[in-house]
């Protein structure tokens, strides 16, 4: 008997509706968690929009010499990103470069670490349980190092006076690499001065200590996909005849594909702001626009506007790589 | 020919025992069902002999050859999982041709003997499909397929029907013997349903608590269980506890007289098994030999037969007797219930049934099994 009773209140709400300010009626019905949720969604939207939306601003700005910048509206410094500031009187690949090397390295980087991460984590996870969470432990204390802790230690380990140079000449592969012509080699490849091998400054030790720097990520992101893969599949595929490396390749690398495909990405932009293992690893002529854009804004260039410009040519550069991989993997799908 | 041999398996996690000291032979060409409970290591048995687990003693060994020490991947034995474990990101084909491709054959051979393959299991025209575009018997018979591809010596199916509905597994059962006997393929099932394993079977072993109960041909399994599990795990079977005494046994006031005479000392505990389609219900006069007299509780048809449920003093009863039969009996009507001498089976009484298998008496029943599979697998 309490239904009709029911319905006639939510008829009275429906005549209260109509009958005050829309906007008002909404407010008042409106509980505090709307409220909190509202004031939590306007703090978000300032403390990032609000910068980006800055940085976008300021990069169509206009330096004054000697002095700050103005707000402006010219495209000069991103044209000078491409083609230099003389243009078109003559072209400078200067910064187009430093795009260049950012792009190679954070591409070469993460697929290093996804390579190492990806056979390593999978023959992790058929382990025991035991030295699975022994090896976990490990990668977070890994994860634990910031990125100067770690450079300082590969810089070390790469120097040529005490380092793995210094090594390999004590125990005579240097004179062995000169006898051989190979260090001419990897002189050409600019991993040797003309007495022994060298890592500093070199693009190799720059990438190597960014994968380095990302490994860990690589192996966290892949554990949980590859611990879920279903032991059945890799046990069929052995009584086929399938040895442990093929399993690894023909049943386990396609399953999780778009795993380590997000790994990819997701440690690709994560590279991409790299800045202590390019100032340290990278020869001058080698380095990045992240590099570049702290001399714009707090180094020695001081030119905020064109530092602003190089930020967004970056950030849409790799909205460019995300989106045309996530086109590629949609294809994969369908195709499969 | 030898087939396959196991001598002395014992498989062992930590201090948990899953397999303990199986000695079995696999005849050649030959279907043999691991039939058992969950929990009774026959799982554990078959994983072993796929080489994706290693004993921790004995032999595993195929026409005389030892590979106890093979991989998995060099034995060459096809197996078709409970999951059925087919590769989702191949298509059918691919699937069925995966070991040919591991094998290096050409894309055209692996192609034609695909088709071949999906032809016998009855699935041409699906080489192209994905594995999430079929059912579970498409799968399945997707699975066997693709075991069979490498034309393996030995055929392992694990739980092969599980995944399937009741109707499907009763014909797969079927086909999977016609399959069979058609390859002449040396193959192991891995089931827990009785049913299962008489109708595809040349061979079941009975296992429990990672040891076997018995070994012998459907028939023999079912008519002479060699021990109490057994006859209480395939089909149904009424058991009454008594004493043993001069070759017959005392269960209340009661003497049954089975045929031939019981060789157990006077007043050692004992059960009887007698399965109820040998039980006879007569008219309450009716008197002779093995027969106690009771009250009928329930009664019920099931197609070609009728069960009738006997309260006697002995204990319930229950007759199972063909639904055609003149006698008609109702509920509460007195009656007799006569146990056959020649259908009762006799068991030291160690409290272990199916029902109750995890009782600590396996280690005595173990000397009547190894005799019965000597008879078998010669």
Known sequence: MSYPAVSGDIEVDREAGKGGPAFAAYIRGLGPANIIMGVITAVILFVFVAPFLLVIVVSFGEKIEGASWVWGFDFSNYIRVFVGVDWPNSVTLLYALKLYYTLAYAVLGSLIAVGFAFPFTYFMTQGSRR???????????SLSMSEVFVVMGWDILLSNRSGLPALLKAVGITSWLKDTGWLAVLRDWDLASPRNVKFKTSQLATVLTMAYLVWPYAVILLFAPLSRIDRSMIEAARTMGAGSLTVLRTIVLPAVRLPVLGSLLLLFVYLLGTYVSVTYFAAPAHQTLPVSIYESIRGATLNAPFGAAQAVILLITAGIFIGFSLMLARLAERKA | MPGLVLAGIKKTYGPVTAVDNIDLTFPKGKLTALLGPSGCGKTTLLRMIAGLEDPSRGTISLDGDDITEKPANKRKFGMVFQSFALFPHMSVAENVAYSLAIAGVDKATRRARAEELLDLVKMAGFEDRRIGQLSGGQRQRVAIARALA???????????MSALDAQLREAMQVELRLLQQKLDITTIVVTHDQREAMTMADQIVVMSNGRYEQVG???????????????????????LKG?????????????????????????????????????????????????????????????????????????????EMPASTELVFAKGETVSAEFPAHALRLFPDTGDTAGASHGSGAGDRKVTAVSDKRDVAA
Not at chain 2, 150 to 160: A, T
Not at chain 2, 265 to 293: F, H, K, M, W, Y
């Open chain 1, 131 to 141: 030295s699975q969470a022994m090896w976990l432990v490990f990668v977070l204390a």
């Open chain 2, 150 to 160: 490498q034309k393996p010596d030995v055929f392992l199916l694990d739980e092969p």
């Open chain 2, 217 to 239: 041909s459907p028939s023999e399994i079912y008519h002479r269980p060699a021990t109490a599990f057994v006859a209480s795990f395939i089909g149904k079977a009424n058991f």
């Open chain 2, 243 to 319: 004493k043993a005494k001069d070759g017959g046994v005392d269960v209340g006031e009661f003497h049954f007289r089975p045929e031939p005479a019981a060789s157990f000392l006077n007043g050692s505990a004992v059960q009887i098994a007698c399965r109820p389609e040998n039980v006879t219900i007569g008219a309450a006069d009716e008197t002779g030999p093995n027969r106690v007299s009771g009250t009928v509780t329930f009664l019920r048809d099931i197609g070609p037969t009728r069960e009738i449920y006997v309260e006697t003093p002995v204990g319930s009863v229950i007759s």
